[in-house]
């Protein structure tokens, strides 16, 4: 179950930083490094959820 653990917080993770994101595009005066780094960060952390969905698929199967 931990990895189930760690799924919903990584998907609690990228919900945060999607919002961020939103948030961000909507001022105008935010800096556009400040948005690619919320969009790298946001990817990042769905690359790890997919990891860990294939890894738990993997180890039910």
């Known amino acids: 179950m931990a990895i189930q653990a760690h799924l919903v917080e990584l998907e609690r993770k990228h919900k945060v930083l999607e919002n961020e994101l ?26 790890q959820i997919e990891r860990l969905r294939q890894q738990s698929g993997e180890t039910l199967h």
């Open 22 to 47: 939103h948030e961000a595009l909507l001022h105008l005066s935010t800096d556009d490094l400040e948005i690619a780094e919320l969009k790298r960060r946001k990817l990042l952390v769905k690359d």
